[in-house]
Each structure stands twice: as C-alpha cells, then as structure tokens.
C-alpha cells in the first residue's frame, strides 16, 4: 500500500519535498506538488518553477474552474514533460470555491464534464483526481467514464475544512461504488491511524498524508519500517530537516523578515513535538536572534542539533 504525502500551499513545495525525501529516506512512495492555478488568465510562474523543480518522485496538481483554464495549465505542464497531472477536485479554501475551483468544480458536474472530456487532448498524460465527499454519487460515474486512472478522496465535505471527524462510512460506499483504484485522505497522524485505515480497506492502491507529515515528519518512514522513533531520534531528524530548509531559504529569500515568515509556521505542526512553551515562543520570535534563542530553549534539542542555530 503506497504512502503518498499530500500537497500543502505554502508547505510542502520543492525544497520541502527533497529535503524531506533526504532526511528521511525511502518512507514516501510519491509526493503531491501544491497545485498549480491560472491567475489574470496566465499560469503563475512560480507555480510551475516549483512543479517542474528537480525533486522526488511526484505528481503534478491542477485547480481550475473550466476546460479552458485545464488547458492553459495542462499545456504548460506538458511541455516541460510533465506526464502525471491530478486535478483537484476538494480544495475546501472559500477563495478558490468561490471562483469554481476545487470543491467549486465539483459542485458543479457539467463544468467539470468539459474538463473531463478536455482530457482526452492529452493521451501521454496519466491523469488522476483528489476530492471530498461532496456530491460524489453525481461525479464517481463522470471520473470513472473519462480518463482519470485512479482516485483519491479526501473522507470530509469541504464545509469541514480540515477538522472534525473522518466520514469513514462514506468513503466505504464510494469504495464499494467505485472501479478505480483507490487512495484513502484524512486524520492520519500516527501509524496508528494508518493502520486502522489499512486493516479497515486493504484493498486500498495507497494511503495519503498531509498534515501529519508536517506534524511528525518520521510518519512514513516509521510506517514502512514498522517501528515508532524515539521523542529523540524524532527530534533529531526535524532538527537536520530543519537545517537544510533554513539554509534554503537563507539563500533564495531577501532578508531575516522573509526567511521568519517562510520558516516559522512549519513549527506551527511541531508543537506536540516541542510543547506548547517552545511553540509560543517561536510565534513571538520577530528576529532571527530571537528565533534561535526560541530553538536552543527546546528541552529536547542536543548539541549536534545546535550547530545550524549557533550559526546566526
């Protein structure tokens, strides 16, 4: 059963993606790319310099709200060589619904059918879909006529953001309804969680994982080998994932302003790791100086872990 790490704007773009792969090895099967969207009528560049940037194994993502904006984005994907493109189908931000797009498409089947039969245009192109529980019963027989190969759903409405519990009943019946391979997303924070989902579905092609990845980075890879991590050895890890993404964004960024904003909320996840204390700390941190004062505070960090922060 493949581990598959979710897309998150903001978070798991290009250099968290092979940082990640890096520090923790083999755990991940595939990463997702955020996705990419057509802003004023153009694909954002930057969108598409970090789909395109060299990383691990992964799966290039598309939000659009009709077949023209698909195109404009399919095209520009393919001609850099991209041949895996999944469409989003549940992104539940209010700003993308509101303009059709995610969740927005989804409810609406006949704009989504033109986008569906748009994928017929790109025959070197596996293509797959990520959406939630909404209207499904209307949509699982539109995916399954078209060329999307394989489907991931995310076991909540959108109206849910991303709390509350998973509908696990609900997936059950799409699981039932659907012939295409099928991937399970929601709530996994610890192998636990995954392995109530995989014992409960084992006929399930892969597992995804976003937010549990960002809040215990060692998830999969204690998944794939079967063992829990050390609160050390765990620590240890973020602490080396950490340095190689600081170092990243001290190069590509402009200035400390930058490099805090771009740096901190990842800690945001961390706080079950490093406590609440530590947590707060870092939020009030509005200097690099202070930052690092907030990183050495950590009652688990050990020398070795020091030596990026004692750098500043």
Not at 3 to 14: D, F, N, S, V
Not at 194 to 207: C, H, Q, S, T, W
Not at 296 to 307: D, K, L
């Amino acid at each position: 059963m493949k581990i598959i790490a979710a897309p998150l704007q903001g978070y798991t773009e290009a250099p968290w993606r092979r940082f990640h792969a890096e520090v923790y090895g083999s755990g991940v099967d595939t990463y997702c790319a955020p996705f990419v969207r057509a802003e004023h009528g153009l694909i954002r560049p930057r969108d598409l310099r970090d789909t395109t940037s060299p990383t691990p194994e992964a799966t290039a993502q598309i939000i659009c709200r009709d077949a023209g904006e698909f195109r404009l984005l399919a095209d520009a994907l393919t001609r850099e060589s991209i041949t895996r493109i999944d469409l989003n189908l549940g992104c539940p931000f209010p700003p993308q619904v509101k303009h059709g797009r995610g969740a927005g498409l989804a409810a609406d089947p006949e704009r989504l059918a033109g986008v569906l039969r748009a994928m017929a245009d790109y025959p070197g192109v596996c293509f797959s879909a990520k959406m939630r529980l909404d209207h499904w019963q209307i949509n699982l027989p539109l995916l399954e006529n078209s060329p999307v190969r394989s489907l991931t759903v995310h076991a909540r409405l959108h109206t849910q953001q991303y709390s509350g519990d998973c509908r696990l009943e609900e997936f059950a019946a799409i699981a039932e309804a659907t012939r295409l391979p099928l991937t399970y997303n929601g709530n996994i924070l610890s192998p636990a969680d995954f392995n109530l989902i995989a014992d409960r579905f084992p006929f399930l092609e892969g597992i995804m994982i976003g937010r549990g990845l960002l809040a215990r980075p060692s998830l999969a890879a204690e998944i794939k080998d079967a063992r829990q991590w050390s609160a050390a050895d765990r620590m240890d890890a973020i602490f080396r994932l950490h340095d190689k993404l600081l170092a990243h964004f001290e190069t590509t960024l402009c200035g400390p302003a930058q490099i805090l904003s771009k740096i901190k909320p990842y800690w945001d996840y961390l706080e079950p790791e490093i406590g609440h204390k530590s947590a707060k700390q870092i939020r009030k941190s509005t200097t690099l100086p202070a930052y690092c004062a907030a990183l050495r505070a950590i009652p688990t960090i050990s020398g070795a872990e020091m030596r990026k922060i004692d750098g500043f």
